[in-house]
């Protein structure tokens, strides 16, 4: 059985060194068996992912540019029937599994500034390596409702991924998942776009996005980033024929 439990208020992880903190509590591994053992009897284990959303909590912030990260968990909780029902390091998680693949999903509720004080302690409670963290957040340098998916990559200015780095010994070699939010208009103040609610033409273009984003992380944590991620990203690319 997977349980979840408080894990330090705050703390970095280091890669590939030992982890900055000794648990005390009892050995706790997120590990899920294959429903069916393998041909010499021997039951598979798969390494677990850690896949977060980032936004800002509360009423205030719900339906915003800056809050797509936490409508794909929403969306990806509700298709794979995993209950975000337990606050653990800061965040609103929820374990379960994709196939037998295990995943934890997360919501950090400190705020997007701070998301790196929820992402580290739980990559380090769950023993999960740097290349299974996939961080889901906005992007303005895309077309709104264009995906991208990458293996690593930098913060791009963008406060939420420059936190969850910094909470990762400064390492930027985790999965990134990018939904496009598009670019303020003319003079607009950036902060201003982002806690903006988007138009009833962007909001279609963001839920047919959120619908093909959950096959997406689907296919990423039983598949990694092969070709069919390659090709995803292709047809992200060209979806409106503007990037």
Not at 2 to 26: D, E, G, W
Not at 56 to 73: A, C, D, L, Q, S
Not at 159 to 187: A, W
Request: net charge positive.
């Amino acid at each position: 059985m997977l349980h979840a439990v408080s894990a330090p208020k705050s703390c970095s992880i280091s890669y590939p060194r030992t982890p900055c903190y000794q648990r005390p509590f009892a050995p706790t591994r997120l590990r899920v068996s294959a429903s069916l053992p393998e041909p010499n009897g021997v039951k598979v284990e798969y390494t677990p992912w850690l896949v977060v959303g980032l936004g800002n909590p509360g009423n205030k912030y719900h339906g915003t540019r800056h809050n797509v990260g936490f409508e794909m968990i929403d969306r990806v909780s509700q298709e794979e029937g995993i209950v975000l029902n337990t606050i653990q390091s800061k965040a609103l998680i929820g374990i379960g599994s994709i196939g037998e693949v295990p995943v934890v999903l997360a919501k950090p509720q400190s705020y997007m500034n701070f998301s790196g004080e929820s992402v580290g302690p739980l990559a380090a409670y769950y023993q999960v390596p740097l290349r299974h963290i996939l961080l889901v957040y906005d992007e303005m340098s895309l077309p709104n409702g264009v995906l991208r998916l990458q293996p690593k990559g930098g913060h791009g200015h963008h406060n939420g991924v420059k936190s969850v780095m910094e909470h990762l010994d400064g390492r930027r070699e985790f999965p990134r998942f990018c939904i496009g939010i598009g670019n303020p208009p003319g003079t607009m103040d950036m902060k201003a776009y982002l806690l903006q609610k988007f138009s009833d033409l962007e909001r279609k273009q963001v839920n047919a996005a959120l619908d093909q984003g959950v096959e997406a992380v689907r296919t990423v944590v039983l598949e990694g980033f092969g070709s069919r991620i390659s090709r995803f990203n292709i047809g992200q690319k060209y979806k409106y024929h503007k990037v």
